[in-house]
């Protein structure tokens, strides 16, 4: 899937949530950022808990990479995708040795 597919995609899912995964999109590959960077990104400082909601939500993975946010205090957070915690520490660990 390309970008562009994902972004039109996007379109039937809430303003929220496109902007949630549009600024994880942002992430460059290897770095993460935290769930309150993500809110603050899209103006919603307070919204930290639905940000990991919607990333919950996402069905656009890889290209919306939410295994790259984690917690403001460097723990994992959560990853609904199949493998869970394990799986998003694999792929964080993959990432960073490119």
């Known amino acids: 899937m390309t970008k562009k597919e994902v972004l039109t995609g996007m379109k039937k899912y809430t303003p929220f ?3 949630v995964w549009r600024a994880c999109m942002s992430i460059p590959e290897g770095e993460t950022r935290s769930y309150k960077w993500i809110a603050q990104q899209i103006g ?3 919204a ?3 940000v990991g909601s919607a990333l ?10 939410c295994h790259r946010v984690i917690k403001s205090d460097g723990t994992l957070g959560g990853f609904s995708a199949p493998g869970g ?5 694999k ?3 993959k990432e960073r040795t490119r």
């Open 85 to 89: 915690l394990k799986a998003k520490l």
């Open 48 to 50: 930290v808990r639905a």
């Open 91 to 93: 792929l964080l660990k």
């Open 56 to 65: 919950g939500k996402n069905p656009f993975a890889p290209m919306v990479p």
């Open 17 to 19: 949530q496109q902007a």
């Open 44 to 46: 919603r400082p307070g």
